[in-house]
T-cell receptor
């Protein structure tokens, strides 16, 4: 079945450090891939997405590239800020699973001043 | 505008109460979803409505009863809940069910 695996957290970084959160997936169809962010006490916000292999999604300095050969969609940011502290969820939607998203377990990011 | 609204923001209820959660979107989306999220966990899908018809019920107990009165509105009726049902309840919508899901801010439910 379809699934998403994320790196375990929490990830603790100092401000302006480089961020990578790993995400790999298993899918039977041709998935679209997403990163969502959840700030404390809030719902999920779409951060970025990619719908086909080699696409790069980007938003607010965050980037992720859809790598079919390694079945990965790692999230990166060159210089994190304290305001980036949140939980990040990798997710996939596959054409073989109408209406269902599969979420990773989430990775908590703590950024220290 | 990619806004999904949910009311109330917080809800405390006893195990014998009946209450309802409300979700609304005005983006013309035809698929709407209810998720349950426990602390430090990803959202778990509960129900999916597609074109106002229930298309997925993830074996949710009958004390949760969804309703989709029209294409913009989704309700979740709660009755005789258990303390373990305490969680953040998230609503989401997507254009036709095969694209990006947009989430509301959630209702934080506490069952005493």
């Amino acid at each position: 079945g379809d699934s998403v695996t994320q790196m375990e957290g929490p990830v603790t970084l100092s401000e302006e450090a480089f961020l990578t959160i790993n995400c790999t997936y298993t899918a039977t169809g041709y998935p679209s891939l997403f990163w969502y962010v959840q700030y404390p006490g809030e719902g999920l916000q779409l951060l970025l997405k990619a719908t086909k292999a080699d696409d790069k999604g980007s938003n607010k300095g965050f980037e992720a590239t859809y790598r079919k050969e390694t079945t990965s969609f790692h999230l990166e940011k060159g210089s994190v800020q304290v305001s980036d502290s949140a939980v990040y969820f990798c997710a996939l939607y596959s054409s073989g699973n109408f209406n269902k998203f599969y979420f990773g377990s989430g990775t908590k990011l703590n950024v220290k001043p | 505008d990619t806004e999904v609204t949910q009311t109330p923001k917080h809800l405390v209820m006893g195990m014998t109460n009946k209450k309802s959660l409300k979700c609304e979107q005005h983006m013309g989306h035809r698929a709407m979803y209810w998720y349950k999220q426990k602390a430090k966990k990803p959202p778990e899908l509960m129900f999916v409505y597609s074109y106002e018809k229930l298309s997925i019920n993830e074996s949710v107990p009958s004390r949760f009863s969804p309703e989709c009165p029209n294409s913009s509105l989704l309700n979740l009726h709660l009755h005789a809940l258990q303390p373990e049902d305490s969680a953040l309840y998230l609503c989401a919508s997507s254009l036709t069910g095969q694209e990006t899901q947009y989430f509301g801010p959630g209702t934080r439910l506490l069952v005493l």
